[in-house]
C-alpha cells in the first residue's frame, strides 16, 4: 500500500525556522516532492529528492531518509507570505499526496 | 510560457445536473493528469494521459465520470450526473512525461453541487 503522513497544522513566529515532517510507506519510490498550496490557488513545486540527504534553496531546504522513509521540509526566515499548506508526495508510476500542513506565520 | 490553463474556474450546479471541465496543458506537455483536492486533502488522482492514451485511470469513478484528450493536448472532464459529494477542487496537472519529472498544475476549477 501507498501512505504519507504529515502533521495537520503548525504555527510559527516571523523570522523564526519552522521544519514539517513527512513520513510515507510506498509500494515504489521514486523521489519525493514537496509543493506549496496557498489557499484558493494551485501546488507550487517546491523541491525534489531522490537521494538521502539535504537539498537547499534559499530559504527553504527539503532532506530525506530513504531507509527510514522520512522527510522534512525546512523553512527559515519564515515571511507571513510563507502562511500556506505543504504537499508531501511520493510514488512509483504516480505521486500520492499527503493531506497537507497548513502553516500559520504569525508576526 | 503560459502555464497549465482551466476552465471554468468556478461552478455551481444542482446535484443530477451533468458537467465538464477543460484543460489546456503546457505546450509540449505529453503528459496530462486530473486530480480532485477535497477540502483539508491533498490532490487525488483520477486519470493519467500519455498523449491521448489514458494510462491510468483506476481511481476514476466510471459510472458518472468521463474523460477525453482527443488529439493528445487539450482534455475535458465530464460529471453526470453529479452528486453532492463530488464536490471539490478538480486539478488539471502536467508533464513532459520524463521520469522524476515536476508536475505543474492549473488553477483548479471549484465545483460546489447543491
Known amino acids: 500500500g501507498q501512505n504519507i503522513d504529515q502533521p495537520t497544522e503548525m504555527t510559527a513566529t516571523e523570522g523564526a525556522i519552522v521544519q514539517i515532517n513527512c513520513t510515507y510507506q510506498t509500494s515504489g519510490f521514486n523521489g519525493l516532492f514537496w509543493y506549496q498550496q496557498h489557499a484558493g490557488e494551485a501546488p507550487t513545486f517546491l523541491s525534489y529528492n531522490v537521494l538521502d540527504g539535504l537539498e537547499e534553496k534559499g530559504r527553504f531546504s527539503s532532506f530525506l531518509s530513504r531507509s527510514k522513509g522520512y522527510s522534512y521540509l525546512l523553512l527559515k526566515e519564515l515571511q507571513m507570505k510563507d502562511s500556506a499548506s505543504y504537499l508531501c508526495a511520493g510514488g512509483y508510476n504516480k505521486l500520492i499526496f499527503g493531506a497537507g500542513t497548513r502553516l500559520a506565520v504569525h508576526p | 510560457e503560459a502555464g497549465v490553463v482551466q476552465s471554468p474556474r468556478y461552478k455551481i450546479i444542482e446535484k443530477k445536473q451533468p458537467v465538464a471541465f477543460w484543460c489546456n496543458p503546457i505546450?509540449?506537455?505529453?503528459?496530462l493528469y486530473w486530480y480532485r483536492q477535497n477540502l483539508g486533502q491533498g490532490p487525488e488522482l483520477l486519470i493519467r494521459y500519455e498523449n491521448e492514451e489514458a494510462v491510468d485511470d483506476s481511481q476514476l469513478p466510471k459510472d458518472r465520470f468521463s474523460a477525453e484528450r482527443l488529439k493528445g493536448v487539450d482534455s475535458t472532464l465530464k460529471i453526470q450526473p453529479a452528486e453532492l459529494g463530488d464536490s471539490a477542487v478538480y486539478l488539471c496537472?502536467?508533464?513532459?512525461?520524463?521520469?522524476?519529472?515536476?508536475?505543474?498544475f492549473g488553477p483548479g476549477t471549484r465545483l460546489l453541487v447543491l
Open positions: 505546450s509540449g506537455h505529453n503528459t
Open positions: 496537472a502536467s508533464t513532459h512525461g520524463r521520469e522524476r519529472e515536476t508536475q505543474y
